[in-house]
């Protein structure tokens, strides 16, 4: 599975931001997807996760409960990370991922990893 992730860059705090995540390979639509950020100096953590499209569900760190959305269009093979009301503290690289088998927030269960893309909250 190849991922490609897109959609960052430098927004005010308050602001919208959407990433997207284009999968593509064998049985992408078998994984589950997340996505993972890291800010400078921080470890990488957990963000959202969809399931596979057979599955169905989805998972959100309490951090980003209630301004991020996570989602999957199955036609595209992409996954969409809507990010609503950020701020300072958003601003990391943002990272998807994807597994075989159900959601997931450990980092170390997903195998398939897509470039970073950055995302900075201006204050």
């Known amino acids: 599975v190849q991922l490609q992730a897109y959609g960052g860059g430098l927004v005010q705090a308050g602001g919208s931001l959407t990433l997207s995540c284009a999968a593509s390979?064998?049985?992408?639509?078998?994984?589950?997807m997340a996505w993972f950020r890291q800010a400078p100096k921080k470890a990488r953590e957990f963000v959202a996760a969809v399931a596979a499209v057979s599955r169905g569900g989805t998972a959100i760190a309490g951090s980003v409960k209630g301004r991020f959305t996570i989602s999957r269009n199955n036609a595209k093979n992409t996954v969409t990370l809507q990010m609503n009301n950020l701020g300072p503290g958003d601003t990391a690289v943002y990272y998807c991922?994807?597994?075989?088998?159900?959601?997931?927030?450990?980092?170390?269960?997903?195998?398939?990893w897509g470039q970073g893309t950055l995302v900075t909250v201006s204050s």
């Open positions: 390979g064998r049985s992408s639509s078998s994984h589950a």
């Open positions: 991922a994807a597994r075989l088998g159900i959601i997931s927030s450990t980092l170390s269960e997903y195998i398939y």
